[in-house]
């Protein structure tokens, strides 16, 4: 069955939003103690989007071994014990998520079907998540007798694509070893960590000095919807990219060489592509990062599951028949720049704080109407996890052996278009996703495949340089 298809039947019979303490205890879901913490600002913005736009991400793990899927549903118990914001239920004051109540929710939703390929047609609907919770599915695609792709879909209110990745290891970890016990890790928000900005209006600076520079020369070229609709009428269609070990390591010492990252070479490509597409010449493009705070609050646990996530902006002269490793340096220096400028530690809560008084003023069915079809329609995106093992992705679990690993994700607030890119086993998966109708199938395929004749034209010239 496939997750992506009506909520009521990829989730089975919806649960009551009575769904008791008693009931959560019986199953294992709930503490000796619930607990209750506020939701921070960047986490009302989601809230206040979620019918907006489509926030959810997918980590799909291709694992090879002997199983007894009736172990399953008892690692989804454990892992909401080890990680309680996946349990937590949503209490709303004036329509906006105020606060999670920890340990309420069932575990995350199961679901089975039949397929020789998990990333075959693979896509996102829009859907709205059930304050009662959860807010994820695990998509269990069979392949043969001992072939599996697990495909663990989460809603960006209670986690961020590095946290899908820990979630995936640690759901490992326990079918791996079935009775094992992780010790729990507390989500407090990123409030905990590092300060919102001040309130009141002096909120808003950090935006408004960011859309004023946004007004500076040079103005970016958009990439103009093929049609506009709704979230519920669209679908984000995702196109992976796979490129072998060799290759990518061909990338990575090309890119390092030129003073440039894998990101930012992804990055060169994607953009390089969009503009090709155009057929307009050399544009500037705008191209959004997501940036993962974690690795800049040294007091921050590894481990900890929840949104932690803001974005920096670079904007990029694109010339489609130029050189991908200049413009991979200019990217990774733009990412850099905008880094040391502290862009990443505002630019969530002060578009936060917007995109909430905008809800408020406005209500849900009003933005939820105007939002996708004029607001962020022509802005690309890539998001980078780097490589899966220094997230403690490991290639075995006791009789399972994890064979690939890829990361997906709907484009959401950051534009029509994003690349998804992650590393496992020295391959290297570009998931391309793009929200149709903005971006026709047709066109998203070819934007696609113009990236992966840019990455492979870039590997082959470093694979010959290296040779020569």
Known sequence: MDVNDDDRTARGPRRSASWSQRDARAHGTLRDVTSTRATNLTERMTDALDRCFTMDFSTLARVHGELDERAIPDALRALSQRHPLLS???IRRAGLATQFALGEAPPIALSFR???????????????????????VLDVVRHGPHERTFVLTLHHLVSDGRSGVMVMRDLLRLLGEPGRA???????GQAAYY?????GWRRLRPTLAALSAMQRPPQPV???PDALATPDESEVVVRPIVIDPERTEALTRAARETGATLHGLVSAALAMAVAREMERGEVVLDVMHPVDLRRRVPEMPRDVVGYYVSSVSTRLRTDPA????????EATNGVRRAIDAGEHWTSAPGGGAVIVAATQLMGRALTSSLLPKHVFTGALAVTNLGVLEQLGLEHAYGPLEVRACGFAAAPSILGSLLAAVSTFRGTLTIAVGHTVPLISRERGERIAAHTEEILARAADRAALSLAG
Request: net charge positive; aromatic share 8%.
């Open 88 to 90: 937590a239920r949503v």
């Open 195 to 199: 300060p919102e900005p001040v309130r």
């Open 114 to 136: 039949d397929a020789q390929d998990a990333w075959a047609s693979f896509s996102y609907r829009h859907r709205v998540w059930d304050d009662a919770g959860p807010r994820g």
């Open 182 to 188: 992780l010790p729990p890790v507390e989500s407090p």
């Open 222 to 224: 958009r990439l103009r």
């Open 322 to 329: 130029g050189d991908p490793l200049a413009l991979a340096r």
